[in-house]
């Protein structure tokens, strides 16, 4: 059964930062790119971020400078660092093995001005 864990959200100042963690089953780690996507009340879900199983990164032009994904393939586990977070960085954070139709339950990253 696959499964995706997603924590670390939270309440958070304007310029403050998280770190979002995401767990999942080894057969979803091995060999995949893994992406980080967030969904503000009343959008769309848009991508965040990805990292492909080499390690090469790609970012929304949003968060370019401020966040970092990562990975560590032997914990199964993708994080993002976020920092110098804004407003409207709030919203539902999600991992995904990207392509795939496969979702956590999300956690909630919320940036009060």
């Known amino acids: 059964q696959v499964q995706l864990v997603e924590s670390g959200g939270g309440l958070v100042q304007a310029g403050g930062s998280l770190r979002l963690s995401c767990a999942g089953s080894g057969l979803m780690f091995r060999g995949n790119t893994m992406a980080w996507y967030r969904q503000a009340p009343g959008k769309q879900r848009e991508l965040v971020a990805t990292?492909?199983?080499?390690?090469?990164?790609n970012y929304a032009e949003s968060v370019k400078g401020r966040f970092t994904i990562s990975r560590d393939n032997a914990k199964n586990t993708v994080y993002l660092q976020m920092n110098g977070l804004k407003p409207e960085d709030t919203g539902v954070y999600y991992c995904?093995?990207?392509?795939?139709?496969?979702w956590g339950q999300g956690t909630q990253v919320t940036v009060s001005s």
């Open positions: 990292i492909a199983n080499i390690g090469a990164t």
């Open positions: 995904n093995p990207f392509g795939t139709g496969y």
